[in-house]
C-alpha cells in the first residue's frame, strides 16, 4: 500500500472494456483475472439475474433447495468428464479446492484408513490463497517462508511420472491426493505440461491409492481450447474443482465435482461420516442463474470455435517474438504469455498498455493475456501489438 500507484476507478464496462471515471477506455486483455470470458455487463446473464431476483436472491442451502442450484448441478454433471456426478457448491475457488482437500483426507477415515492426511502437487502451482491450499502451492513463490510453522507440509514434484512413482513408492500411505492444475499452471507463472503427464499421474494415483484432484478453476471453461483440460488427457479425477468461469465472472462461486466412489465413501447412519462443510452462501441463487445463464451462451454460441481463433491469432502474434529480455513467447489455448527474464524487463508495460487502450497485468516475469473470448480480432491484435511493441 505504501508503493503502489493509485488503482484507477471504474464508472462502467461493457463487452471486453473497461471504461474509466476519467474518461479513458481499456480493453481488458485479462478478463478481470480470467473470469469475465463473455466480458461485461452481457444482456442475457443480466436479465438472468434480475428474472431471478425477483423471486428471491439466496436462501441457505442446508435443509432447503431450489432449481438454479438443482438444474447448474445437473449441468456441470453432464458437461464434466464421464463420472463426475456430484456437485458441493462453494463461494470460491480457494474454497472450492479446501473443500476438495478435506473431502480426500474425510474419505480415506470415511473407508477405515488411517494416516493419509497430505497432499502431493506440483512445483510452481498455485491453488488458491487460504491456508489449506496455499500449503499446496508453489513452494518458493507460494510465500511459504512467510508462514513457515504455520501451514502444513505437503510434498512437492515436477511434472514427471519417474518422480511421482518414487514419491508414492514411499509415501502412499501418508498422501491423501495428488492435486494439480491440469495441463496449465496459471498464476505459477504460465507454465504447461503435457497431457501424457496427466494421464499417467492419473494411472499411478489408481495404483498407490492416492485421490486426484484437479484444479480447473483457471483452465475449465474452454480456457486451454477444450471446455476442461482433463479432457485432453482423457481422464475423470476422483475430484474436480470449478470457479472464475463458472459464473462468467458475475458472482463468486465454485463447485467441487466428486465421482460416485469418493460420494458414497460419506454415506452413514452418523454426522462422523457426512461431510461437514457449510459456507453460508453456498448454491446464493443468483450465482447459479448467472452460470447457467452463462453455459447456455457458451454452448450455444460456439465458443470453443470463438477459441480455437482466439489461439490462432496469438499463435500469429506472438510465437517466436524476440527482443531484450524476452526469453520466450508461448500460447495455449486463448492464452498468450510473454516470459521475461525477470520482472525489471517488463516495468512500466501496464502504463505503455494504458497508453495504447489496454489493460494489462503482469506478475512474476511475465506479461500476458487471457481475453474474454468475445474479442473480436482487431482487438486482440491491439493487444498483442501493445504487449510487443513494448519491448521493442
Ligand atoms: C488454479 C486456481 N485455483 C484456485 C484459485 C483461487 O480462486 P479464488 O481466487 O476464486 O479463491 C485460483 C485463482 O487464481 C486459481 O488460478
Not at 462453494?90 to 497432499?119: H, L, R
Not at 512413482?165 to 507454465?191: S, V
Amino acid at each position: 500500500m505504501q508503493t503502489m500507484p493509485p488503482p484507477l476507478k471504474v464508472a462502467n464496462a461493457k463487452g471486453v472494456k473497461i471504461y474509466l471515471e476519467d474518461g479513458q477506455e481499456l480493453i481488458d486483455s485479462i478478463s478481470s483475472w480470467w473470469c469475465a470470458i463473455h466480458g461485461y455487463n452481457h444482456p442475457k446473464i443480466n436479465s438472468a439475474l434480475e428474472e431471478q431476483m425477483q423471486k428471491f436472491s439466496h436462501v441457505m442451502l442446508g435443509g432447503l433447495t431450489h432449481e438454479p442450484a438443482e438444474k447448474l448441478a445437473n449441468e456441470l454433471v453432464r458437461i464434466t468428464p464421464h463420472g463426475l456426478n456430484h456437485v458441493f457448491f462453494a463461494d470460491s475457488g480457494s474454497v472450492g479446492m479446501e473443500v476438495a482437500m478435506k473431502m480426500a483426507v474425510q474419505f480415506f477415515k470415511n473407508n477405515g484408513i488411517d494416516g493419509k492426511t497430505k497432499f502431493a502437487s506440483l512445483y510452481r502451482g498455485y491453488h488458491g490463497d487460504t491456508t489449506g491450499v496455499m500449503s499446496i502451492g508453489d513452494p518458493e513463490e507460494g510465500m511459504h517462508h512467510l508462514f513457515k510453522g504455520f501451514l502444513p507440509k505437503q510434498f512437492f514434484i515436477h511434472p514427471s511420472l519417474q518422480e511421482m512413482e518414487k514419491l508414492f513408492e514411499e509415501h502412499n500411505g501418508e498422501i491423501a491426493a495428488f492435486a494439480c492444475e491440469p495441463l496449465l499452471q496459471g498464476a505459477g507463472g504460465f507454465n504447461f505440461y503435457p497431457p501424457e503427464f496427466l494421464s499417467g499421474a492419473k494411472k499411478l494415483c489408481s495404483q498407490y491409492n492416492v485421490l486426484l484432484i484437479a484444479d480447473e478453476v483457471a483452465t475449465g471453461f474452454g480456457r486451454t481450447g477444450t471446455m476442461f483440460a482433463c479432457e485432453q488427457a482423457g481422464i475423470t479425477p476422483d475430484i474436480m474443482v470449478l470457479g472464475k468461469g463458472l459464473t462468467a465472472g458475475y458472482l463468486g462461486l465454485s463447485a467441487t465435482l466428486a465421482t460416485d466412489n469418493v460420494y458414497n465413501s460419506f454415506l452413514g447412519e452418523s454426522y462422523e461420516k457426512a461431510f461437514m462443510h457449510g459456507p453460508t452462501f453456498m448454491g446464493n441463487a443468483l450465482a447459479c442463474s448467472a452460470a447457467l445463464a452463462s453455459l447456455k451462451i457458451f454452448e450455444r454460441e460456439n465458443y470453443l470455435g470463438k477459441i480455437a481463433r482466439i489461439n490462432e491469432i496469438l499463435k500469429e502474434e506472438l510465437l517466436g517474438f524476440e527482443a531484450k529480455g524476452v526469453k520466450e513467447a508461448r500460447v495455449f489455448g486463448a492464452c498468450g504469455i510473454i516470459e521475461t527474464l525477470n520482472e525489471s524487463y517488463h516495468s512500466g508495460i501496464q502504463e505503455f498498455a494504458r497508453s495504447r487502450g489496454v489493460w494489462l497485468r503482469p506478475f512474476l516475469n511475465v506479461v500476458y493475456t487471457m481475453p474474454p473470448y468475445i474479442i473480436s480480432e482487431e482487438e486482440l491484435r491491439k493487444v498483442c501489438g501493445a504487449m510487443k511493441e513494448f519491448f521493442k
